[in-house]
């Protein structure tokens, strides 16, 4: 046995081994793109290491993508033959990545809280729930996860900054605007390379209309984002969602080409259907074609990215975003496998099921009939579910589109009561009022 940075026992004998497989999670912690290989270090020094192996197994389901699925199920297969050597916090991971790869993510999450209950500095295990509790829309779970692992934590310890900046971000979509802040300020002084609390403090700035403070707060840690993930692009989409709130259109545009959804760029290249690329992409051109923003053709490269990815239902909060680009470039045939692959889902046993049924299609046939201009159409869909978004999984400033999406097909629709009640509900939780709120403005206004 070895000990990782933190003290926590890993069935390898390899210092070697230890070395890298600490590598690998200070670079997921970090962000960075050469997480895989550390892991690849890890396993050439002890081919048998089963934590090497089930981290990448992690890695592969960390993608959201089905294709990738058979990946990790190597993965767990490669790490069985050393079960009989694992910690039981080890063993614990084992039976967390087969939960996972069957799409039960409340055991899987179990898992990783019954270490975290005995190990609260396992913080693989602590990012990973915080994570998965996000995609889920679970965020007071995900707060209360980290501020319960928070109190077996000594502040020297190597990646007490990942724990700050997740608790900033638990902190921020909970709604306590200054103690996130304050978590994920201290975190990225901590460590300028710490990408999430970079983000917590964004969302942040977002939710309370600092949209020039977040544009200097990126700017002044943007020098700090060479060699990391595609968290870049998404931090470039926070500086665009500033500019466009401010009107500033023209250096939206130039940050969707250069920074964000730029297909050449090394990021893009290898990942080009990555979740959170598209649902950056796709939210940023319907906001601004809603704001009256000519956007060319660039739907349709994520069409084509969405057709080939229709009936992979492995991301909630994907599938409305994959049904912008189709509809948007009129893959009528592509949408209604999309429709049916959710109808498919929703009857399936895995944790998605319920929110497919329940959610996520109606969402994306909203999303469809507000491109074909069914105003009414739209209001019956979301109206019922619109307290219900969340458990599509994001945040409140990505899930805000489909608000804006209900507000505006209501305003059409002439449906002045949706409209009043719905606006009304958006006075809470943000520090603008709607009149200056882009996405509310007009409508607040006629209202």
């Known amino acids: ?87 039981r916090r080890e063993r614990r991971h084992l039976e967390a990545l087969a939960a996972w790869i069957d799409g039960q993510l409340w055991r899987t999450l179990g898992a990783w ?8 500095t396992d913080v693989l295990a602590l990012r990973l729930s915080h994570f998965n509790y996000f995609w889920l829309g679970e965020v007071a779970a995900m707060r209360q996860s980290v501020l319960r692992a928070k109190a077996g934590w000594d502040e020297g310890l190597p990646g007490f900054g990942t724990v700050l900046s997740c608790e900033a971000f638990g902190h ?12 994920g300020r201290a975190a990225v002084e901590r460590d300028p390379l710490d990408l999430w609390g970079t983000h917590a403090v964004a969302h942040v700035l977002e939710m309370e209309g600092r949209h020039r ?4 707060w990126l700017d002044g840690l943007k020098g700090h984002w060479e060699g990391a993930a595609a968290i870049v692009h998404h931090l470039w989409w926070h500086r665009g969602l500033y500019h466009w709130e401010l009107g500033e259109f023209d250096q939206v545009l130039a940050l969707y080409d250069e920074r964000f959804r730029n297909p050449e760029s090394p990021l893009t290249r290898a990942m080009p259907d990555l979740y959170i690329d598209v649902q950056n992409a796709a939210a940023m051109l319907w906001r601004l074609e809603r704001a009256g923003v000519a956007v060319g053709s660039r739907w349709d ?9 229709a009936g992979d239902t492995l991301s909630a909060f994907t599938q409305p975003h994959w049904m912008l680009a ?5 893959r009528t045939d592509a949408a209604q496998r999309l429709v049916a692959s959710l109808a498919e889902a929703g009857r399936g046993a895995d944790s998605l099921a319920p929110v497919h049924a329940g959610v996520t299609g109606a969402v994306a046939a909203a999303v469809l009939a507000h491109r074909a201009g069914d105003w009414p159409r739209v209001v019956d869909l979301l109206w019922p579910i619109r307290n219900e978004l969340w458990r599509l999984g994001g945040s409140h400033a990505q899930r805000d589109i ?36 882009r996405g509310y403005a007009p409508l607040a206004i006629a209202a």
């Open 1 to 87: 046995m070895q000990p990782d940075a933190r003290g926590l026992a890993l069935s390898t004998d390899s210092p070697a081994a230890a070395a890298a497989f600490d590598a690998a999670i200070g670079s997921y912690l970090r962000y960075r793109t050469d997480a895989a290989r550390h892991i690849e270090a890890a396993l050439a020094a002890d081919p048998g290491f089963a934590m090497a192996h089930l981290l990448r197994g992690y890695f592969a389901m960390l993608s959201f993508n089905r294709a990738n699925v058979p990946a990790a199920a190597a993965a767990l297969a490669a790490a069985r033959p050393g079960a009989e050597r694992l910690t």
């Open 113 to 120: 809280e019954a270490i975290l209950a005995e190990d609260p």
């Open 172 to 183: 921020e979509e909970c709604g306590e605007y200054r103690a996130a802040e304050a978590a």
């Open 213 to 216: 403070d977040g544009i200097d």
């Open 301 to 309: 490269e994520l069409a084509d990215k969405a057709e080939a990815r």
């Open 326 to 330: 189709l509809a948007a470039a009129g």
């Open 402 to 437: 489909f608000r804006q999406m209900l507000a505006d097909a209501a305003a059409r629709a002439g449906d002045r009561t949706t409209l009043r009640t719905v606006l009304a509900e958006e006075q809470f939780g943000r520090t603008l009022p709607l009149t200056r709120r």
